[in-house]
């Protein structure tokens, strides 16, 4: 159990004090994750930015995942669901790109540009406050992936251990601090698991150097 975002934050840099990380920089999910990276950013020395992956939602029932979706256009389907419910990839296609404009119009609201990071040649530490299915974190580890970084390390204080399984082979290293059953929500780990607001968020970002 977790006492909020800030201790998880501080247990998983004293864990990532363990691996070589050159040239590293830290990437958070807002907003929560923006809270535990800014604790990893300073224990580490290192700058802190943001990526924004979202789940891209069935048009008969938004609430399902049948995709996600990151600023640069990186797209993952769920081939399975699509073809279960008689989608195919052009059918959502003008969903996605509506939901790449709102991913850009939040990056230039928390970091004043909708620019993606450089992540060329960086080691690059993908944190969040927590994994449930991953579908959304893939996303974004594919989009990291193809915008050449050197290594990339997925720092998360919890998710379930087939989410860690999973995860496991698409990164370098994986740090999950607890990964254990049952698991129903993430904030389950934490005694405060408040909600983040923009603004927070904003602040915390400007207190670091950003790798534009």
Same mark, same amino acid.
């Given at each position: 159990?977790?006492? *909020?975002?800030?201790?998880?934050? +501080?247990?998983?840099?004293? &864990?990532?004090?363990? #691996? *070589? #990380?050159?040239?590293?920089?830290?990437?958070?999910?807002?907003?929560?994750?923006?809270?535990?990276?800014?604790?990893?950013?300073?224990?580490?020395?290192?700058?802190?930015?943001?990526?924004?992956?979202?789940?891209?939602?069935?048009? +008969?029932?938004?609430?399902?995942?049948?995709?996600?979706?990151?600023?640069?256009?990186?797209?993952?389907? *769920?081939? *399975?669901?699509? &073809?279960?419910?008689?989608?195919?990839?052009?059918?959502?296609?003008?969903?996605?790109?509506? #939901?790449?404009?709102?991913?850009?119009?939040?990056?230039?609201?928390?970091?004043?540009?909708?620019?993606?990071? =450089?992540?060329? %040649?960086?080691?690059?530490?993908?944190? =969040? =406050?927590?994994?449930? !299915?991953?579908?959304?974190?893939?996303?974004?580890?594919?989009? #990291?992936?193809?915008? %050449?970084?050197?290594?990339? !390390?997925?720092?998360?204080?919890?998710?379930?251990?087939?989410?860690?399984?999973?995860?496991?082979?698409?990164?370098?290293?994986?740090?999950?601090?607890? &990964?254990?059953?049952?698991?129903?929500?993430? %904030?389950?780990?934490?005694? =405060?698991?408040?909600?983040?607001?923009?603004?927070?968020?904003?602040?915390?970002?400007?207190?670091?150097?950003?790798?534009?």
């Amino acid at each position: 159990m977790f006492k *909020n975002r800030i201790d998880a934050g +501080q247990r998983l840099a004293e &864990s990532l004090k363990k #691996i *070589n #990380i050159q040239e590293g920089i830290v990437i958070a999910v807002p907003r929560g994750g923006v809270v535990v990276g800014a604790q990893v950013a300073q224990a580490l020395d290192i700058p802190l930015d943001i990526i924004i992956p979202k789940k891209v939602g069935a048009p +008969q029932n938004p609430e399902v995942a049948v995709g996600a979706v990151t600023e640069d256009g990186t797209v993952i389907y *769920n081939q *399975n669901l699509l &073809s279960r419910l008689g989608l195919s990839e052009k059918d959502l296609a003008p969903a996605v790109q509506k #939901i790449i404009s709102e991913i850009k119009r939040r990056m230039t609201a928390y970091r004043g540009s909708s620019k993606s990071p =450089d992540f060329s %040649g960086k080691h690059v530490i993908l944190v =969040d =406050d927590g994994i449930a !299915t991953g579908f959304t974190i893939m996303a974004a580890l594919r989009s #990291i992936k193809n915008a %050449g970084c050197q290594a990339v !390390t997925l720092a998360i204080p919890v998710a379930p251990p087939d989410t860690v399984e999973r995860l496991e082979k698409e990164v370098d290293h994986l740090v999950c601090l607890v &990964s254990e059953e049952p698991f129903y929500a993430v %904030g389950q780990f934490y005694r =405060d698991f408040s909600q983040i607001s923009d603004d927070e968020v904003i602040s915390i970002l400007k207190g670091y150097q950003y790798c534009l």
